[in-house]
């Protein structure tokens, strides 16, 4: 039996493609869903357990009572948000493993350079903390909207119900972040 060969495969199945169309079969279009939700799903574990080890030292080196507490919340915030994700592993029936997210890594080294290059106890290292931890928190609502888009594409109903509390926590510590950086308040003209 004489077997067609992939570029023939390709062929046939792009002539019958619509324009500006990707060719994939249903299957395809599952598995590579899947296997995005999965790597995405792991680079957020990794994230959330590197920000449990990460918030400490801005906990620490923060010098206004209500920040040190928004901070000291949002650890425990993020605690439940990994565990939240190992159960989104277990309904997906995939080993629990974390995926080094290098934006992440990224945003965290910036705010602790923040921290190395700010006297302690000022204005300015407060500042710098309060915009350091915005950039993470609005880096995860990115991520955790995508994941849930993904979950509800493949009909992942009660991952995307855990995804939606992880991303409720990240826009809450946003809000909370923004009114203390007066991201609300009016800009004066001068």
Same mark, same amino acid.
């Not at 792991?42 to 010098?63: F, R």
């Not at 029936?93 to 910036?110: F, N, Q, Y």
């Not at 995508?146 to 990240?170: H, M, P, Y």
């Given at each position: 039996?004489?077997?067609?060969?992939?570029?023939?495969?390709?062929?046939?199945? !792009?002539?019958?493609?619509?324009?500006?169309?990707?060719?994939?079969?249903?299957?395809?279009?599952?598995?590579?869903?899947?296997?995005?939700?999965?790597?995405?799903?792991?680079?957020?574990?990794?994230?959330?357990?590197?920000?449990?080890?990460?918030?400490?030292?801005?906990?620490?080196?923060?010098?206004?009572?209500?920040?040190?507490?928004?901070?000291?919340?949002? /650890?425990?915030?993020? !605690?439940?948000?990994?565990?939240?994700?190992?159960?989104?592993?277990?309904?997906?029936?995939?080993?629990?493993?974390?995926?080094?997210?290098?934006?992440?890594?990224?945003?965290?080294?910036?705010?602790?350079?923040?921290?190395?290059?700010?006297?302690?106890?000022?204005?300015?290292?407060?500042?710098?903390?309060?915009?350091?931890?915005?950039?993470?928190?609005?880096?995860?609502?990115?991520?955790?909207?995508?994941?849930?888009?993904?979950?509800?594409?493949?009909?992942?109903?009660?991952? !995307?119900?855990?995804?939606?509390?992880?991303?409720?926590?990240?826009?809450?510590?946003?809000?909370? /972040?923004?009114?203390?950086?007066?991201?609300? !308040?009016?800009?004066?003209?001068?």
């Amino acid at each position: 039996m004489k077997q067609s060969s992939p570029k023939k495969k390709a062929a046939s199945n !792009a002539e019958t493609a619509s324009a500006g169309q990707p060719v994939s079969t249903p299957v395809e279009t599952t598995s590579g869903l899947l296997e995005l939700f999965t790597d995405g799903i792991k680079d957020m574990y990794w994230s959330e357990n590197h920000l449990v080890k990460s918030l400490p030292k801005m906990i620490s080196a923060a010098d206004a009572p209500e920040l040190k507490t928004a901070l000291s919340n949002h /650890l425990e915030v993020t !605690a439940e948000q990994a565990t939240r994700l190992e159960n989104v592993f277990d309904l997906l029936g995939v080993k629990i493993s974390a995926k080094k997210c290098d934006a992440l890594e990224g945003l965290v080294m910036s705010g602790e350079h923040v921290i190395e290059n700010t006297i302690a106890g000022t204005e300015a290292r407060d500042t710098g903390i309060i915009m350091s931890a915005l950039k993470v928190e609005n880096f995860e609502i990115t991520c955790y909207n995508g994941l849930i888009q993904l979950a509800v594409k493949l009909g992942e109903t009660e991952s !995307a119900e855990l995804l939606q509390q992880n991303l409720s926590g990240e826009i809450e510590a946003e809000g909370m /972040l923004g009114a203390m950086s007066g991201k609300d !308040a009016p800009v004066s003209k001068s």
